[in-house]
């Protein structure tokens, strides 16, 4: 078959880890018989310096046109501006709201070789195998934002809102992927502050009885789910949450994986189209210097398959392939450990690529 995918490389590392995953994919391509005609677009920083927009028209078009989207990362030190007009980050969140994909995956998952490379004990690790479903197109993300002077000086704000049917569609995704794995689905909220947790809370409760009772659900608060990701990790199975505090729990659990290049995300909406993205940033750190991890990418590029092209065998087969490069010790320095050279991101995209 033919498909065609959009690859947005973005800022910083973005570029560099994007460019394994579409390696990798021709690998795929070329051992099952597909093809895969790449469409490179504009997103982020590097889009701003050439057409002044974070998201240019051109880019949406390529991305309502294709089978899937494959994004790397936005956003740098050159855009940080915090009174500039135009940020990066902007391009992000209006690609995920024009296709509509208000539901991000977020696998946690621990490769048994990767156990002493968190900085967590290995014994609390055993076992851990979760899922974040965080709602990725509504509240204080995408509220009203206010920036105004009066006579006291300045002030700000942002507004977080989310409807019904935007809590029930998310809450009913995750539910159904919960039943498909260990049937356990975790509400994590701020219930005793926040109104719109209370409107989650009494919305999730309301669905789980009616239409999940065969599943396990609880709830948590947010600050005390912070804390248990850590104490014990192993016992969640789906988490479900809305966007802000799924994106912070999500960076706290990539370090119970060993490291932010190690996670991979989808995004989906109602249809087959996603968009599939390390939850990494562009790291502007190392970036350049060939160090960034491409594994959450490569993974990435695995959900794509799985989910946007119904490839199953080929998802497992680069799944597969990325565990045989972290059997081999062919790792980038974010996760090496003890001898273990650290290796360029370009050796470990190629080691994954020849193992398909
Ligand atoms: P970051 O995720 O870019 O980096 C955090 C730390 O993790 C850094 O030390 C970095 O070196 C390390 N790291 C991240 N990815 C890595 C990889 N693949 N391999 C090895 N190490 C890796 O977060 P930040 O520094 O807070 O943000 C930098 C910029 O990225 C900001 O402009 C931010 O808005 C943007 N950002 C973009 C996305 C996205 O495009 N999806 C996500 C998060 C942050
Ligand atoms: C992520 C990022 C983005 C988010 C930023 C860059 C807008 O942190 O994808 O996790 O907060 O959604
Ligand atoms: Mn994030």
């Not at 570029?15 to 579409?22: K, T, Y």
């Not at 199975?237 to 729990?249: A, K, S």
Request: with cysteine; net charge negative; hydrophobic share 45%.
């Amino acid at each position: 078959m033919d498909y065609t995918i959009t690859a947005l490389p973005g800022d910083g590392i973005g570029p560099e880890v994007v460019a394994e995953a579409i390696k990798v994919l021709h690998a795929v391509g070329a051992r099952y018989g597909h093809t895969f005609t790449i469409r490179e677009a504009l997103i982020g920083g590097i889009a701003i310096d050439q057409t002044g927009t974070a998201l240019p028209e051109a880019t949406v078009a390529a991305c309502q046109d294709c089978d899937a989207v494959l994004l790397g990362a936005v956003g740098g030190p050159k855009w940080d501006d915090p009174n500039a007009k135009v940020r990066p980050e902007q391009g992000l969140l209006g690609i995920r709201k024009a296709l509509g994909l208000y539901a991000n995956l977020r696998p946690v998952t621990l490769h048994p070789l990767l156990l002493d490379a968190s900085p967590l004990r290995p014994e609390r690790l055993v076992d851990v195998d979760l899922l974040v479903v965080r709602e990725l197109t509504g509240g204080i993300y995408f509220g009203e934002k206010r920036r105004e002077q009066d006579a006291q000086g300045e002030w700000a704000s942002d507004l977080c809102v989310y409807t019904q049917a935007e809590v029930e569609r998310i809450v009913r995704l995750a539910a159904g992927l919960a039943r498909q794995r260990h049937g356990h689905l975790t509400l994590v909220d701020k219930a005793n502050v926040l109104e719109t947790s209370r409107l989650w809370r009494s919305i999730a409760t309301r669905i789980m009885r009616e239409e999940f009772s065969d599943l396990q659900y609880d709830w948590m608060l947010v600050d005390a789910c912070a804390m248990h990701l850590l104490r014990r990790p192993s016992d969640f199975d789906v988490i479900v949450t809305e966007n802000m505090f799924g994106d912070i729990l999500t960076d706290e659990a990539s370090m119970l994986a060993g490291s932010m290049g190690m996670l991979p995300s989808a995004s989906l909406g109602s249809g087959k189209m996603g968009l599939y993205e390390p939850i990494h940033g562009s790291a502007p750190d190392i970036a350049g210097q060939g160090k960034a991890n491409p594994l959450a990418t490569i993974l990435s590029t695995a959900l794509l398959l799985r989910y946007s092209l119904g490839l199953e065998q080929e998802a497992r087969a680069v799944e597969a392939a990325v565990s045989a490069v972290l059997e081999a010790g062919i790792v980038t320095g974010d996760i090496a450990r003890g001898e273990q050279r650290a290796h360029s991101t370009v050796e470990v995209g190629s080691a994954v690529a020849s193992r398909i």
